[in-house]
C-alpha cells in the first residue's frame, strides 16, 4: 500500500477531515494503530466535523457580520433586562425553524448589534444562511438596484436566506421604494424565513416611522405577529468599556 499516494488522492478529492485523520494515524506504532472499523469512524466523522466546519465559516463571510460575536460573551444582567434564560430559548435557533423573528429595541450602545450578530453567527454554525445590513446600507442598496433595475433579483436573493437582520432600524427616513421594498421582502419571507431587526425605538413607534399607515400595518404585522421581544436597558455598554 502506498500511503502517500493515498494522501495524495485525499487531497485531490479535498477531503481534508480524513487526510487530517490518516496522517496522524501514520504516525502511530503498527501496535497502536486502530482496527478497520475503528479506523473507518474516525475517517467518517473527521470529514464529517470538517464540512461543517467549512460550511460555517463559508456562511459567517457571506453574512457580512458586523460584529464577530458569540451568545456567551452575551452579557446577561437584570439591569440589562437580559436573562440567560431568555437568550438559551433561542440558542438551538428553533424560531428560524418555525419562520418566528427576534425584535431587539434598546438605548444607543446597549448591545443590541452584538445581540443580534451573535444570533446570527449562532444560526451560521446551525446550517441557516444569513444576511446582515445595517439599515444605512440597506437602503443604499435598495436605491442602487432600483436605479439600475436589479431590484427583483436583490428581492429574489434575500428571499432565499434563512436569517435576515435589519440593525439599527428606525434610524434613516424611508422613501415610498424602501418601504414598498420592505413589505415585499416580509411578504416573501412570511411563514418560511426569520428576521432580526434592531431599533432605539420602542416597537409602538415603528408604525410612526414608516408613515404610511396602510403599508405600516401590512409591514408591522409580518414583523411582531410571531416574534421574540429583546427591550434591553441599562446604561450604554460603550460607556463601560472607555471607562
Not at 42 to 58: F, G, I, K, V, Y
Not at 149 to 172: A, P, R
Amino acid at each position: 500500500m502506498n500511503s502517500q499516494n493515498t494522501i495524495y488522492e485525499l487531497e485531490r478529492l479535498h477531503l481534508t477531515g480524513m487526510k487530517r485523520v490518516y496522517d496522524t494515524v501514520l504516525s502511530l506504532p503498527q501496535q497502536e494503530q486502530p482496527d478497520i472499523h475503528h479506523f473507518m469512524a474516525q475517517l467518517t466523522e473527521a470529514e464529517l466535523q470538517q464540512r461543517l466546519h467549512n460550511r460555517t465559516e463559508m456562511y459567517l463571510k457571506l453574512s457580512k457580520l458586523r460584529y464577530d460575536a458569540i451568545l456567551e460573551q452575551v452579557h446577561c444582567t437584570t439591569d440589562r433586562n437580559l436573562t440567560k434564560e431568555s437568550i438559551a430559548a433561542i440558542a438551538d435557533c428553533g424560531f428560524i425553524k418555525r419562520a418566528e423573528n427576534i425584535l431587539i429595541t434598546g438605548a444607543a450602545g446597549c448591545g443590541k448589534s452584538f445581540l443580534a450578530c451573535a444570533i446570527g453567527r449562532q444560526a451560521c454554525a446551525f446550517g441557516y444562511k444569513t444576511m446582515y445590513f445595517s439599515m444605512s446600507k440597506f437602503l443604499e442598496k435598495i436605491t442602487l438596484c432600483k436605479l439600475e433595475g436589479t431590484l427583483l433579483k436583490f428581492l429574489n436573493q434575500i428571499e432565499k436566506v434563512h436569517l435576515l437582520i435589519l440593525d439599527d432600524f428606525g434610524m434613516h427616513p424611508l422613501d415610498a421604494n424602501v418601504r414598498l421594498a420592505l413589505l415585499q421582502i416580509l411578504e416573501d419571507r412570511y411563514g418560511k424565513h426569520s428576521a432580526i431587526i434592531t431599533s432605539q425605538l420602542p416597537v409602538a413607534n415603528w408604525y410612526e416611522y414608516i408613515n404610511e399607515s396602510t403599508v405600516a400595518d401590512a409591514i408591522m404585522d409580518r414583523l411582531a405577529g410571531i416574534a421574540h421581544r429583546f427591550e434591553l436597558k441599562g446604561q450604554s455598554l460603550r460607556k463601560k468599556y472607555i471607562n
